[in-house]
């Protein structure tokens, strides 16, 4: 693989782990194994063949367009507004999950020895990464690609730390109470749509483009096994006790050494999906509404942090209500838009998914019912 395929993969595997991750034990752990492993291989397949469809909508246009743009071009005034929604309040809620996480984190790790609170620390977060989100793609890929190098060598300490305080009792089996209870967080810790139309920019000839549907199954393959790994050394840990950031409970069982390494990775995860979040909605607003610089940079940036300042902290419940919001109006957006593309696309693109009609309207339902029951739970 060349540098540029690496980059690519960095940005994709960086953007869809991040605060999610730390959601996804403690839901388990309600659910139980079963339901975990279905969200986990239908849902995943799910997230993986919307992720191939955004692909191929992006090959399939001349001029860059996010989902807001795509959505006016194959469907109208309608679904742009659709997805002006969409974008904007999922991304910003993401967003807004990780500035909390971000704050905890840091807290944990520098305030036993600089003082200070979450609130600082969080704040300190915002900026240090705005900055960053402001140099661009290029710059972002970079730095994602050291990163996810730490990020995946501290999951593979964390599992092989905790394995011997793996107890198969933790892991409940059913529990029908919270059956749908995984479906948003699943979705949310699964999903990196907002990254595809970045990583086509960074392809910038037909023969790199033609391996864009390998590197988005690459990467949820990648994203699956991380996902997976670091919830059975949580779970297996902390079982019932599991705690809604995964970290909290696993501690006292393990030691400060694996805690303090579970914080590292955690703050590099959500980093990473900050940049990524951050700088697509950015360059959304630029392209697809043609805003000013520098308003997008105040709407993506700014808004999450005054939501943040607002008291908006509760962190599995933003992540379960963003990530059902987003699988009903990104993911049917996207089966719509695909459908549109194939017939009306203005370029050739360098791959073609061939999906029966019966299964795209499957999917569309499957996406809207797991998220009214996940609204109805929550």
Do not use: C
Not at 192 to 208: H, Q, T, Y
Not at 213 to 220: G, Q, T
Not at 230 to 239: C, E, N, P, R
Request: positive net charge.
């Amino acid at each position: 693989m060349n540098n540029r395929f690496l980059l690519a993969l960095a940005t994709l595997v960086g953007t869809i782990i991040g605060a999610g991750i730390f959601g996804l034990p403690y839901v388990i752990s309600k659910s139980g194994v079963l339901p975990g492993l279905f969200y986990f291989v239908v849902l995943g397949g799910v997230v993986l063949l919307l992720h191939l469809m955004f692909g191929e909508i992006a090959l399939r246009t001349k001029e860059k367009r996010r989902l807001i743009g795509y959505a006016e071009v194959y469907l109208g005034g309608w679904a742009k507004k659709v997805a002006t929604i969409s974008t904007v309040v999922g991304i910003v809620g993401a967003l807004l999950a990780y500035i909390i996480l971000a704050g905890d984190f840091l807290t944990l790790l520098l305030s036993p020895m600089l003082g200070g609170n979450a609130l600082v620390y969080s704040l300190a977060f915002w900026l240090f990464f705005s900055l960053l989100v402001l140099r661009g793609i290029q710059t972002i890929a970079r730095v994602e690609l050291l990163m996810n190098g730490a990020l995946f060598a501290a999951i593979a300490l964390i599992f092989l730390f905790a394995l011997p305080h793996i107890q198969l009792e933790n892991f409940p089996v059913f529990d029908a109470a919270y059956l749908f209870l995984p479906y948003g967080v699943v979705f949310f810790a699964f999903t990196g749509l907002s990254a595809i139309p970045e990583i086509a920019e960074l392809f910038k000839g037909r023969n790199e483009k033609r391996r864009l549907d390998n590197l988005i199954v690459y990467s949820s393959l990648l994203v699956g096994l991380v996902n997976l790994l670091f919830v059975i050394a949580i779970v297996g840990v902390t079982g019932g006790q599991t705690s809604s950031n995964a970290l909290g409970g696993v501690v006292p069982i393990v030691g400060t050494g694996i805690g303090t390494l579970g914080v590292f990775f955690g703050l590099l995860a959500v980093a990473t999906s900050f940049l990524v979040l951050g700088n697509y909605l950015k360059n959304s607003l630029r392209y697809d509404f043609r805003l000013p610089y520098a308003f997008s940079v105040a709407i993506a940036l700014g808004a999450p942090l005054v939501l943040f300042l607002l008291g908006l902290r509760e962190f599995i419940l933003v992540i379960g209500i963003i990530g059902a919001f987003m699988a009903v109006l990104d993911g049917g957006l996207v089966v719509l838009i695909h459908r549109k593309a194939a017939r009306q696309g203005n370029r050739t693109p360098e791959y073609r998914l061939r999906i029966p009609q019966a299964v795209a309207w499957a999917v569309l339902v499957f996406l809207l019912a797991g998220a009214l029951a996940e609204i109805l739970i929550l």
